[in-house]
């Protein structure tokens, strides 16, 4: 058992979510802009997600999104044992950061959320936020370019802030930590599942899309030799 990688996905969703949440109640004090506050969000989002892949990738693989975990056993890439510390990790984790954002706005450590944020339009979002992220993923691997995960993912995520009507939070864990802040960045609890159902859609999706794509240029490369 390998529990430094169980730590690094731990510490990656947590601090992912810490950033997110504490990003948030940042921008809610620096600006009554609602524009504004989004980009603070999105671009204090980007950065730590990046370093956080860079630094913990080499480690767990840096999934810290139980949809990618998912999608790895899916593909016999993650055992089942690892699957379920993953997902328990990026869970806990995920709560545990949003905890750490909302005492140091001196919050309620648990401040659950009032946000709603429901309606067909933010669940496509979801899909296409999340389908983005997890056929980038697989057309990385593909390509065997995954080192450059740290900028794409990260880049991805920033730009689906600004062009999803949900605001692209494609990841359960995250979605969970944050109904647990009543702040910018929250999400009601109520709202929750029907986030996640969206979110594993889109990465169902998002999975079967990368794999033809790098599928089909295996063969384009096999073809040419």
Known sequence: MNLRKYAAEFLGTFMLVAVVVGSGNMATNLSADKGMDLLINAISTVLALGIL?????????????????????????LESFDLFCFLLVQFSGGILGAMLANLMFKNPAIFLSNRIRSGFSLW?????ATAGLLFLIQVLRGQNRLNLAPLVLATWIGSAYFFTSSTSFANPAVTLGRGFSDTFSG????SVPLFIVAQIIGATLG?????????TKEKGAAHES
């Open 53 to 77: 892949i860079l630094v913990l990738g080499p480690i767990s693989g840096a999934h810290f999104n139980p949809v990618v975990s998912l999608s790895e056993w899916l593909q016999k890439r």
């Open 207 to 215: 999975t079967l899309g990368g794999r033809y794509f790098s599928n």
């Open 187 to 190: 999400i009601a609890l109520q």
């Open 124 to 128: 496509l979002g979801e899909v296409v």
